[in-house]
C-alpha cells in the first residue's frame, strides 16, 4: 500500500486536536522559547484543514520549523530552558521535526515537562512517542498521528490498537479508542469523493 505522508507530516493536527495550548509566560519562563511555540503555532492556525495548503505557506513553514529546531536544541544545550512550559514548548517545536530523532527528543521533552507538573503535557508525550514509531516503521501504540493511503484514504494504521487499554488511555488523560475512531471517521468523511 503506497503512503504518502498527510496531516501529521504538516505537523499542524496537534493544534487541530490537541488540548488547551501552553500558558501565558511565567516570571521563569522562558520568553524566547514562548516567543518560539507561538510562531511554531501561529502558522498552523492559519492553515485551514478543509482545504489544501498552499505550498509556498508550507514551504516556509518547514524552513521556519528547522530553523526553531537549531535554536531550540541550542538553548537545550546553554541549560536555558528548565520549567514544565519550556519543556512543553520545546516538545511540540521539536514534534514538528523530519526524523526520528526530533520525535525522540519532543517525547523526552513532554516527559520532562509532565514530571515538572504539567499534566497536560501526556497528550504531546503519546503525540510524539506515536510519530516516533511510526518514523522507525513500528506501529504506533496510542493512534494520535494520520497518514494518507490512496487505497483507504486517511488512516491511523499501522496501529497496535491492542497495546494500551482505555484505562491507561484514561490515567494518562489521552484520547480513548473511541475518540481516535471518531476522529478518523470524521477525516474520512471530510475528503472529497473522486
Same mark, same amino acid.
Given at each position: ?11 499542524? *493536527? ?5 488540548? !488547551? ?6 516570571? +521563569?519562563? #522562558?520568553?524566547?522559547? @514562548? $516567543? ?68 525522540? *527528543? ?5 516527559? !520532562? ?6 499534566? +497536560?503535557? #501526556?497528550?504531546?508525550? @503519546? $503525540? ?67
Amino acid at each position: 500500500m503506497m503512503r504518502t505522508a498527510w496531516i501529521a507530516a504538516l505537523g499542524w *493536527l496537534t493544534v487541530a486536536v490537541g488540548p !488547551a495550548l501552553a500558558q501565558s509566560p511565567s516570571p +521563569e519562563d #522562558n520568553r524566547e522559547i @514562548a $516567543a518560539m511555540f507561538e510562531a511554531d503555532q501561529a502558522i498552523r492556525n492559519a492553515i485551514d484543514p478543509a482545504k489544501l495548503p498552499d505550498m509556498t505557506v508550507i514551504r516556509r513553514m518547514i524552513a521556519e520549523d528547522a530553523a526553531r529546531r537549531t535554536r531550540a536544541e541550542a538553548m537545550l544545550r546553554e541549560g536555558s530552558l528548565n520549567t514544565a512550559e519550556d519543556y512543553y514548548r520545546a516538545a511540540f517545536i521539536f514534534q514538528h521535526g523530519s526524523k526520528s530523532a526530533d520525535y525522540l *527528543l519532543a517525547h523526552s521533552l513532554a516527559m !520532562a515537562a509532565v514530571a515538572r507538573g504539567k499534566t +497536560e503535557a #501526556n497528550w504531546i508525550a @503519546a $503525540a510524539t512517542l506515536d510519530r516516533y514509531l511510526m518514523q522507525i516503521s513500528q506501529p504506533q501504540i496510542y493512534g494520535m498521528q494520520y497518514s494518507r493511503s490512496k487505497e483507504a484514504g486517511p488512516t491511523m494504521d499501522p496501529y497496535d490498537r491492542s497495546l494500551i487499554p482505555d484505562s491507561v488511555r484514561t490515567a494518562l488523560g489521552v484520547p480513548v479508542q473511541a475518540e481516535r475512531r471518531k476522529k478518523l471517521d470524521a477525516m474520512k468523511a471530510s475528503v472529497p469523493k473522486p
